[in-house]
């Protein structure tokens, strides 16, 4: 079944990055209403059974719009969880330190980091993090069991007025099943110590289905320092009726701690300090938990529909990391300590009415949509995890009302309008428990129209337009902060609540050539300028305004219904707009020291942008019988500083999968990650760190350096390799 979905526009905290001082450097540089997507999306039986392609939407209001079915989201070979979304055509997932944080995603031209401007959905409920302690938008998917999504619903842009925050880039929305056609016990082992063992079974219940799924997993990687990863993940859900005319409640637990490699400096391994698979910091890690209810009620009748949601999320994150080394704290290293723990709550609901305007055919969605999120935030610099001292801590209480309308109109056969309207408001108050000039109540209001255009079909050809205005919310403590937790003496600008993003985008769709689907989008993504807030560093940095402009084109084939082909590729030219006169001071202060100048110069490159991505695939196989696939996807080079200094090096990786399913329902599957073993890397940065085997180390101790300088450091290629040909292997039996 089609749904409607929602995408505003785009931008990017690369919290991995430590932010290059400006000026005075510090000591640490350091849906439609969520609720019809996945509801609609839900209510298949388990992708244990069914085969359904993965096709473009049959009546989708954008070319880049898209539905994936849970059984094409799992015949992927895939290292991760979150990896199930580069079944989302144009993005892709990487993973830089340790397999209990949340992902890194890549989407139009963005680095997204941990899914900032991508919103994310599972069965209505927000994956995004607002006002988060490592990251606005922090989207962690290991709790997502794959086999239990019924489809992705995929939208891109801002032009959907049921689409809120987090989704200028894109919104997906995943849908749980309801059912299974039959239990699922499933065991696998592999390479580097990977174990994972899945139990999943439905049952009548009264007058509904209760469905219930338990996994497992360990895992430590080719680490010098083990992960030691320990996972534990439960699903509970009863509904009853279909998506349309029924209810469900689900709930859902998860627990998971790891040690984590994080991304390490060129030059120890050139040096021979640390080989590809070492860390400098083998304490960096954490450990995560997370427990959700939700439920959701829809129905129809002659007029239209209606449904609604709501949810509770009870959730904690503690992570440890060092991405400078002996920066900050040339004694005992910069390690710092992270901690989220908050309470969720939202509630949704949106009324569908079908109705005429000037005698033509018309249909009309009202939607209101709520969160409100409690948290308690920390930030404290830390020694092998033991505590050293205090740089923020904080209480926020930050709520949200968002209300829409959006009106289709049917011309003609061949022309149909849609017009929306959007307008949010955000209220949050900060209790800064260290330091009170931190404390604060902030609140903004936005209004965003949008505007849909389709003309066709002509000989199976469709024509899309779409422009619209979007927004984004920043993180609560940036907007009442007025100094450096670190040097109060220091004074900052407070940060916008809600910032403007702009869009418009022009695609087709044929299915002219038997078999085939195929789309082309040409898209714009305006980001105001605005500051942003850093949790790494626990202060505001300014970030300017932005250009992003592209193609994505996007190609799936069924000649057989035992064969899938796929291939997308997309290509964004991505820039700053104006003059840096910021950095430029900064650049000049770095004179007489290149290994910290290098990089630093201004310029109007977006560091990790990506100028390509490409992925292309193959999957083959019947309900029993041999089945097998093979895939590719391929990142090309992308700026790491904005002078362009630094670039990184083309990503491409095969995965393979070969298989047998027997008409007793047993399955026995061989999955090879990294098929030709390659030695390229999952994410490459380049910014300022210090080594204690650096000259400039020395220096900065004995204070024979400028303060400029050794507050960036050495610039260097910091990186996180791709995992070696990991093998895995899976024994499968329905029951």
Same mark, same amino acid.
């Given at each position: 079944?089609?749904?409607?979905?929602?995408?505003?526009?785009?931008?990017?905290?690369?919290?991995?990055?430590?932010?290059?001082?400006?000026?005075?450097?510090?000591?640490?540089?350091?849906?439609?209403?969520?609720?019809?997507?996945?509801?609609?999306?839900?209510?298949?039986?388990?992708?244990?059974?069914?085969?359904?392609?993965?096709?473009?939407?049959?009546?989708?209001?954008?070319?880049?719009?898209?539905?994936?079915?849970?059984?094409?989201?799992?015949?992927?070979?895939?290292?991760?969880?979150?990896?199930?979304?580069?079944?989302?055509?144009?993005?892709?997932?990487?993973?830089? $330190?340790?397999?209990?944080?949340?992902?890194?995603?890549?989407?139009?031209?963005?680095?997204?980091?941990?899914?900032?401007?991508?919103?994310?959905?599972?069965?209505?409920?927000?994956?995004?993090?607002?006002?988060?302690?490592?990251?606005?938008?922090?989207?962690?998917?290991?709790?997502?069991?794959?086999?239990?999504?019924?489809?992705?619903?995929?939208?891109?842009?801002?032009?959907?007025?049921?689409?809120?925050?987090?989704?200028?880039?894109?919104?997906?929305?995943?849908?749980?099943?309801?059912?299974?056609?039959?239990?699922?016990?499933?065991?696998?082992?592999?390479?580097?110590?990977?174990?994972?063992?899945?139990?999943?079974?439905?049952?009548?219940?009264?007058?509904?289905?209760?469905?219930?799924?338990?996994?497992?997993?360990?895992?430590?990687?080719?680490?010098?320092?083990?992960?030691?990863?320990?996972?534990?993940?439960?699903?509970?859900?009863?509904?009853?009726?279909?998506?349309?005319?029924?209810?469900?409640?689900?709930?859902?637990?998860?627990?998971?701690?790891?040690?984590?490699?994080?991304?390490?400096?060129?030059?120890?391994?050139?040096?021979?300090?640390?080989?590809?698979?070492?860390?400098?910091?083998?304490?960096?890690?954490?450990?995560?938990?997370?427990?959700?209810?939700?439920?959701?009620?829809?129905?129809?009748?002659?007029?239209?529909?209606?449904?609604?949601?709501?949810?509770?999320?009870?959730?904690?994150?503690?992570?440890?990391?060092?991405?400078?080394?002996?920066?900050?704290?040339?004694?005992?290293?910069?390690?710092?300590?992270?901690?989220?723990?908050?309470?969720?709550?939202?509630?949704?609901?949106?009324?569908?009415?079908?109705? $005429?305007?000037?005698?033509?055919?018309?249909?009309?969605?009202?939607?209101?949509?709520?969160?409100?999120?409690?948290?308690?935030?920390?930030?404290?610099?830390?020694?092998?995890?033991?505590?050293?001292?205090?740089?923020?801590?904080?209480?926020?209480?930050?709520?949200?009302?968002?209300?829409?309308?959006?009106?289709?109109?049917?011309?003609?056969?061949?022309?149909?309008?849609?017009?929306?309207?959007?307008?949010?408001?955000?209220?949050?108050?900060?209790?800064?428990?260290?330091?009170?000039?931190?404390?604060?109540?902030?609140?903004?209001?936005?209004?965003?129209?949008?505007?849909?255009?389709?003309?066709?079909?002509?000989?199976?050809?469709?024509?899309?337009?779409?422009?619209?205005?979007?927004?984004?919310?920043?993180?609560?403590?940036?907007?009442?902060?007025?100094?450096?937790?670190?040097?109060?003496?220091?004074?900052?600008?407070?940060?916008?609540?809600?910032?403007?993003?702009?869009?418009?985008?022009?695609?087709?769709?044929?299915?002219?050539?038997?078999?085939?689907?195929?789309?082309?989008?040409?898209?714009?993504?305006?980001?105001?300028?605005?500051?942003?807030?850093?949790?790494?560093?626990?202060?505001?940095?300014?970030?300017?305004?932005?250009?992003?402009?592209?193609?994505?084109?996007?190609?799936?084939?069924?000649?057989?219904?035992?064969?899938?082909?796929?291939?997308?590729?997309?290509?964004?030219?991505?820039?700053?707009?104006?003059?840096?006169?910021?950095?430029?001071?900064?650049?000049?202060?770095?004179?007489?020291?290149?290994?910290?100048?290098?990089?630093?110069?201004?310029?109007?490159?977006?560091?990790?942008?990506?100028?390509?991505?490409?992925?292309?695939?193959?999957?083959?196989?019947?309900?029993?019988?041999?089945?097998?696939?093979?895939?590719?996807?391929?990142?090309?080079?992308?700026?790491?500083?904005?002078?362009?200094?630094?670039? $990184?090096?083309?990503?491409?990786?095969?995965?393979?999968?070969?298989?047998?399913?027997?008409?007793?329902?047993?399955?026995?599957?061989?999955?090879?990650?990294?098929?030709?073993?390659?030695?390229?890397?999952?994410?490459?940065?380049?910014?300022?760190?210090?080594?204690?085997?650096?000259?400039?180390?020395?220096?900065?101790?004995?204070?024979?350096?400028?303060?400029?300088?050794?507050?960036?450091?050495?610039?260097?290629?910091?990186?996180?390799?791709?995992?070696?040909?990991?093998?895995?292997?899976?024994?499968?039996?329905?029951?």
């Amino acid at each position: 079944m089609q749904t409607s979905y929602t995408l505003p526009a785009v931008i990017v905290t690369r919290e991995e990055i430590p932010r290059r001082p400006r000026r005075a450097p510090t000591p640490r540089s350091d849906r439609a209403l969520g609720i019809g997507s996945s509801s609609q999306l839900g209510g298949q039986a388990s992708a244990v059974s069914a085969k359904s392609s993965a096709a473009l939407a049959p009546a989708s209001s954008m070319a880049s719009q898209i539905t994936v079915s849970g059984e094409d989201v799992n015949a992927r070979p895939v290292m991760r969880p979150g990896e199930v979304l580069e079944a989302v055509p144009g993005l892709i997932v990487t993973q830089h $330190s340790g397999e209990g944080k949340a992902n890194q995603y890549f989407l139009r031209g963005y680095n997204l980091d941990h899914g900032t401007d991508l919103a994310i959905y599972v069965d209505d409920v927000p994956a995004n993090m607002r006002t988060h302690a490592h990251g606005q938008g922090y989207a962690d998917l290991n709790w997502l069991i794959p086999e239990a999504i019924a489809a992705m619903e995929v939208k891109k842009g801002p032009y959907f007025a049921d689409e809120g925050d987090f989704s200028s880039a894109g919104a997906v929305h995943i849908g749980l099943i309801d059912r299974t056609v039959k239990g699922l016990a499933q065991m696998t082992a592999g390479s580097f110590g990977y174990r994972r063992f899945l139990g999943m079974d439905s049952t009548r219940l009264g007058d509904g289905t209760l469905l219930l799924a338990g996994e497992a997993g360990t895992y430590n990687g080719p680490w010098d320092n083990p992960d030691n990863l320990r996972k534990l993940n439960g699903l509970l859900r009863y509904s009853q009726g279909t998506a349309t005319d029924g209810v469900s409640v689900t709930g859902m637990a998860y627990a998971n701690r790891w040690n984590s490699t994080d991304q390490v400096p060129q030059r120890a391994m050139t040096d021979g300090l640390m080989d590809r698979f070492g860390s400098e910091d083998p304490t960096d890690g954490g450990n995560a938990n997370r427990f959700a209810l939700s439920a959701r009620v829809a129905q129809s009748d002659n007029s239209g529909a209606w449904k609604a949601n709501a949810y509770v999320v009870k959730s904690e994150l503690d992570l440890y990391n060092n991405f400078t080394y002996f920066l900050a704290n040339p004694v005992v290293g910069d390690q710092f300590h992270q901690h989220d723990g908050r309470l969720m709550a939202g509630a949704n609901i949106a009324r569908t009415m079908d109705g $005429s305007f000037a005698g033509l055919p018309m249909q009309t969605t009202f939607g209101l949509q709520s969160r409100y999120d409690a948290i308690d935030l920390a930030l404290t610099d830390t020694h092998r995890r033991s505590f050293l001292s205090n740089v923020r801590s904080d209480k926020v209480g930050e709520g949200s009302i968002g209300a829409y309308a959006e009106s289709t109109l049917h011309f003609s056969d061949w022309l149909r309008t849609t017009v929306g309207w959007r307008g949010d408001y955000y209220a949050a108050d900060v209790t800064s428990l260290f330091d009170a000039n931190n404390s604060g109540h902030a609140n903004a209001t936005i209004g965003s129209p949008k505007l849909r255009i389709v003309v066709g079909p002509f000989n199976k050809t469709e024509f899309f337009f779409g422009a619209g205005y979007g927004m984004h919310s920043n993180d609560a403590r940036g907007a009442t902060t007025t100094e450096d937790p670190s040097d109060p003496g220091t004074k900052l600008p407070r940060s916008p609540l809600l910032v403007r993003t702009r869009g418009a985008e022009v695609g087709v769709r044929s299915r002219i050539v038997p078999d085939l689907d195929t789309s082309l989008s040409l898209f714009v993504l305006d980001q105001d300028s605005e500051i942003l807030f850093s949790g790494d560093a626990g202060d505001t940095t300014t970030a300017r305004a932005s250009r992003r402009y592209g193609f994505e084109w996007t190609n799936h084939y069924r000649p057989r219904s035992w064969i899938d082909v796929d291939a997308d590729l997309a290509m964004t030219h991505a820039r700053f707009r104006g003059y840096d006169s910021d950095q430029a001071e900064v650049y000049a202060s770095l004179a007489g020291y290149p290994a910290a100048q290098i990089g630093n110069a201004p310029g109007n490159y977006i560091p990790n942008a990506p100028t390509m991505m490409a992925s292309a695939g193959i999957s083959l196989g019947a309900k029993t019988g041999w089945f097998g696939a093979l895939r590719w996807r391929y990142l090309a080079s992308s700026p790491l500083t904005e002078d362009n200094a630094f670039r $990184s090096q083309p990503t491409g990786i095969f995965n393979a999968r070969i298989g047998y399913r027997t008409d007793k329902g047993w399955r026995l599957q061989l999955d090879l990650l990294n098929l030709l073993n390659s030695k390229a890397n999952q994410i490459t940065y380049a910014y300022g760190s210090l080594l204690k085997t650096d000259k400039l180390y020395n220096l900065c101790a004995a204070n024979a350096a400028p303060a400029p300088v050794c507050a960036i450091g050495v610039m260097d290629y910091v990186l996180h390799p791709v995992e070696p040909l990991t093998v895995r292997v899976t024994l499968a039996g329905t029951f």
